[in-house]
């Protein structure tokens, strides 16, 4: 969504330029919190909403809008985050973060009207990728918080105490507890260009129906996760091991008929994209490990899909 004016559709004065130039560091920062762009965006609409509730003689006494704008919307993810457990023990499935593109094909004529304004993008790095969210999301919101605002955005712990309602050394603690999480879940970084590779050759082998290509690409103890919300098909539950994956992917070969499997890089690694008609239905994820994938995750909501749906991607 573009702001193009302040209150009273008035043009933005200066400072309130300088105000809006915070966006996009606000979405950056409420997506890695949250997982989700559109909860991500609807953070930064409140946090616009408080400053702009303020009067000019309350803005003008912040010393910087900008990190007023960050703790405001830092707190905000934090609330939802406390509450985000509650509203998942109602969804129907497994939930998997929202997928992103890359930032050049993002979509901007959606069929909804809506043009995507490029503060709105997520800068995609090692702090984006799925393996990392999903990893974020067994956190507490307390631990998410710190470890994003001290390890990715540098907040010192002074600042994440204020935020989060602990004390620094307390905070410190939060962040350790969720290095630990991070460095036992993730796998060692495997170069792009390999990844890219193996992500290949599993396409291939998956429209070859070659069963035996497919278990020898996965991992003995790998995982496939599938998110459709109930809102379209996909399994409810995870399917474990390479050789029960790889058989549930050759089961779907029938509906793969009028597919198209394109690759794509998703959230910044390579992934995959299924394709009907032109329109994006499914976004594949996944993290190698080595020579085999040990992850894959695929997301078939249709309102996670919002910034791959609107027409033919080549």
């Known amino acids: 969504m573009t702001i193009q004016s302040g209150p009273g559709g008035g043009p933005l004065d200066p400072s309130l330029t300088v105000i809006m130039s915070e966006r996009r560091q606000l979405i ?12 991500a965006e609807d953070v930064v609409q409140e946090t616009y909403a408080r400053w702009y509730a303020m009067s000019r003689e309350q803005q003008d006494a912040i ?10 919307a830092s707190r905000v993810c934090l609330n939802l985050l406390s509450s985000a457990r509650a509203r998942r023990e109602s969804y129907v499935g497994e939930w998997v973060p929202e997928p992103l ?11 909804d009207g809506i043009t995507v304004d490029p503060a709105d993008r997520v800068t995609l790095d090692e702090s984006v990728n799925m393996a990392f969210l999903v990893v974020l999301e067994s956190m507490t919101p307390a631990e998410r ?25 307390a905070c410190r603690q939060l ?11 993730q796998a060692p970084a495997t170069p792009a260009i390999h990844q890219a590779r193996i992500v290949r050759d599993f396409k291939q082998a998956w429209e070859a129906k070659d069963i ?15 998110d459709g919300g109930g809102l379209v098909g996909a399994t409810l539950r995870p399917v474990e091991g390479g050789e029960q994956i790889a058989r549930s992917l050759v089961h779907l070969e029938g509906r793969l008929r009028t597919l198209t499997i394109l690759e794509r890089m998703v959230n910044g690694q390579p992934g995959l994209i299924a394709q009907q008609d032109g329109v994006t239905v499914s976004v594949y994820a996944f993290e190698v490990a080595g020579d085999r994938i040990k992850h894959i995750w695929a997301v078939r909501n249709p309102d996670k899909l919002r910034l791959w749906t609107a ?3 080549r």
């Open 212 to 226: 035996n290509a497919l278990i020898g690409l996965l991992d003995p103890d790998a995982t496939a996760i599938a």
């Open 101 to 111: 593109p890359e930032p050049r094909e993002w979509i901007t004529g959606r069929p």
């Open 28 to 39: 950056n920062l409420a997506y890695r919190l949250l997982g989700s762009l559109a909860d």
């Open 311 to 313: 027409g033919p991607q």
């Open 145 to 169: 918080v710190a470890f994003i605002l001290h390890d990715v955005f540098r907040y010192p712990f002074a600042e994440v105490a204020e935020i989060v309602g602990r004390t620094p050394a």
């Open 63 to 72: 010393a910087s809008p900008g990190a007023w704008l960050s703790k405001v």
């Open 175 to 185: 962040a350790s507890s969720a290095r630990r999480r991070i460095g036992a879940a």
